[in-house]
């Protein structure tokens, strides 16, 4: 019996061993040393294209000096929230962070600065689809392997959450450019039957 306990410990041991080798990284083993606001309010429906949102980060006060020490990049993403995250598995949430499908929109990359917080505004880009959503921060290390976390919502991702209203339809400079095709077809028309018709009377 005892033989077999050690053989379990042995093989969880080189569970975790290989998955540091490999440089997995599971979002269950991050601190939420970085704290993380954003420019909306709760529930703001903004617009895909044309809103914007500053968004704000630093190290969580709640933690000692030092423990940024390690940050060396930090990474801002615009991520799903669960209520959009229902039957779609491509948006799906997974521990190991090579795999989570959460965050899929970077709004900025930069180097990390202990001395003071970073911010940056951005414009809500085009392509991003009609959802619910917040922000969270990732600090990497000099290894380029997540360390840390921050988010503008609470652990279970329902509180502080903004709408995104994505862009449907056509754009309106390929409607602008159907009305044009469309003005320059019936002027060609009415020139040929006009020409034509002269034509006809000549002869």
């Not at 392997?145 to 509180?159: D, S």
Request: glycine fraction near 6%; charged fraction near 20%.
């Amino acid at each position: 019996m005892a033989s077999h306990g050690i053989l379990l410990s042995s093989l969880l041991l080189l569970s975790c061993l290989s998955q540091t080798s490999y440089g997995i990284v599971l979002f269950s083993s991050l601190k939420d040393s970085l704290f993380v606001t954003a420019s909306h309010t709760e529930n703001q429906v903004m617009k895909a294209g044309i809103d914007k949102l500053t968004v704000s980060w630093g190290l969580n006060q709640s933690y000692e000096a030092g423990t940024d020490s390690t940050f060396k990049t930090i990474k801002v993403k615009l991520c799903y929230a669960p209520v959009s995250q229902v039957d779609r598995g491509w948006r799906k949430t997974v521990d190991n962070l090579a795999k989570d499908k959460t965050c899929l929109f970077k709004i900025v990359e930069r180097s990390y600065t202990s001395k003071s917080n970073d911010s940056v505004e951005w414009t809500i880009e085009r392509d991003v689809p009609g959802a619910t959503y917040f922000v969270r921060a990732y600090a990497f290390n000099a290894a380029g392997q997540e360390v840390a976390y921050g988010q503008t919502t609470n652990a279970k991702k329902t509180a502080n959450l903004f709408v995104v209203e994505g862009i449907s339809g056509r754009h309106v400079s390929l409607d602008i450019a159907s009305v044009v095709f469309s003005v320059f077809s019936v002027l060609s028309l009415a020139g040929f039957f006009i020409a034509e018709k002269r034509r006809t009377k000549s002869s």
